[in-house]
T-cell receptor, first 111, second 110 residues
Framework: NAGVTQTPKFQVLKTGQSMTLQCAQD?????MYWYRQDPGMGLRLIYY???????DKGEVPNGYNVSRLNKREFSLRLESAAPSQTSVYFC??????????FGQGTRLTVV | GENVEQHPSTLSVQEGDSAVIKCTYS??????FPWYKQELGKRPQLIID?????GEKKDQRIAVTLNKTAKHFSLHITETQPEDSAVYFC?????????FGAGTTVTVRA
């Protein structure tokens, strides 16, 4: 039982490059989330998916797109990376108003 | 949308003393309030949660209180130990959107 798995764990991008962060959960949760974590700013919600087939913007969606591929998988895409997107990204999954489980995080550096 | 404010941003306590972290939220529709602990280099993990129909909840040395009228909730850690040193996050959720505070870095001095 792996829980929430994110790939990759580390990534360095050049400004303007694109990439997709992958997230998969094996707990049969309906809801999935993408957060970014920056020093002093906590966990800021980028996008979330309440259930398969739906996605909604969070607090900081600009520069990102998401795809809820199926119930297990929720990917985050950076179309044209910028230095301001340097951060640690966390994926999480949960049922409504139940404990959220986090992936191990992706440390992204944009140079 | 929901706005969660958390104070203080840093907290240093002597081992054995208590630590208190306070959060406020803006959306009156929020009714689930979890707290997460994040150790250095690790992922956040739930330590305790409370729902709006409950005013207080305890789990060993950890307790949470909720005041729905004032829209604030607090985390209390008693008899702090070195392993309590970490970043703590409060969060609020209505239906599905889960919003977090900015975090409190707790340092327990030996």
């Amino acid at each position: 039982n792996a829980g929430v798995t994110q790939t990759p764990k580390f990534q360095v991008l050049k400004t303007g490059q694109s990439m997709t962060l992958q997230c998969a959960q094996d707990m049969n949760h309906n809801s999935m989330y993408w957060y970014r974590q920056d020093p002093g700013m906590g966990l800021r919600l980028i996008y979330y998916s309440a259930s398969e087939g739906t996605t909604d913007k969070g607090e900081v969606p600009n520069g990102y797109n998401v795809s809820r591929l199926n119930k297990r998988e929720f990917s985050l895409r950076l179309e044209s990376a910028a230095p301001s997107q340097t951060s640690v990204y966390f994926c999480a999954s949960s049922e409504r108003q139940i404990q959220a489980f986090f992936g191990q995080g992706t440390r992204l550096t944009v140079v | 949308g929901e706005n969660v404010e958390q104070h203080p941003s840093t907290l240093s306590v002597q081992e054995g003393d208590s630590a208190v972290i306070k959060c406020t939220y803006s959306d009156s529709a929020s009714n689930y309030f979890p707290w997460y602990k994040q150790e250095l280099g690790k992922r956040p993990q739930l330590i305790i949660d409370i729902r709006s129909n409950v005013g207080e909840k305890k789990d060993q040395r950890i307790a949470v209180t909720l005041n729905k009228t004032a829209k604030h909730f607090s985390l209390h850690i008693t008899e702090t130990q070195p392993e309590d040193s970490a970043v703590y996050f409060c969060a609020a959720q209505g239906d599905y959107k889960l919003s977090f505070g900015a975090g409190t870095t707790v340092t327990v001095r030996a």
